[in-house]
Nanobody
Framework: QVQLVESGGGLVQPGGSLTLSCVAS????????MGWYRQAPGKQRELVAQ???????NYADSVKGRFSISRDNAKNTVYLKMNSLKPEDTDVYYC??????????????WGQGTQVTVSS
């Protein structure tokens, strides 16, 4: 089994910054991609940013130029640096991993979520 554990959420003022971290552990053979999604109450979970094994990234239009995703392959860790935060960035942020647990078997895994609140 694979576990994803997030950290780094909290309360920040508009215009401020936060960095989220997510560590993957367990039966990991190969990580295809890791990313961050967010979800507000009553809304669908949406992609914020994703990074693949080769370092390629993609971002939601709403966060381009403000958020940056990176990964440390040796530590199976992905980071989301969030700058110029806005109140509309307030959500629960979930780490996502598309991970092979063996040569032939891969699944999609989720963290427990971390709350980000942007408010003065």
């Amino acid at each position: 089994q694979v576990q994803l554990v997030e950290s780094g959420g909290g309360l920040v003022q508009p215009g401020g910054s936060l960095t989220l971290s997510c560590v993957a552990s367990g039966s990991i053979f190969r990580i295809v991609a890791m990313g961050w999604y967010r979800q507000a109450p009553g809304k669908q979970r949406e992609l914020v940013a994703q990074i693949n094994a080769g370092g390629g990234t993609n971002y939601a239009d709403s966060v381009k130029g403000r958020f940056s995703i990176s990964r440390d392959n040796a530590k199976n860790t992905v980071y989301l640096k969030m700058n110029s935060l806005k109140p509309e960035d307030t959500d629960v942020y979930y780490c996502n991993g598309k991970i092979y647990s063996s040569v032939t078997s891969w699944n999609e895994f989720w963290g427990q979520g971390t709350q980000v609140t942007v408010s003065s």
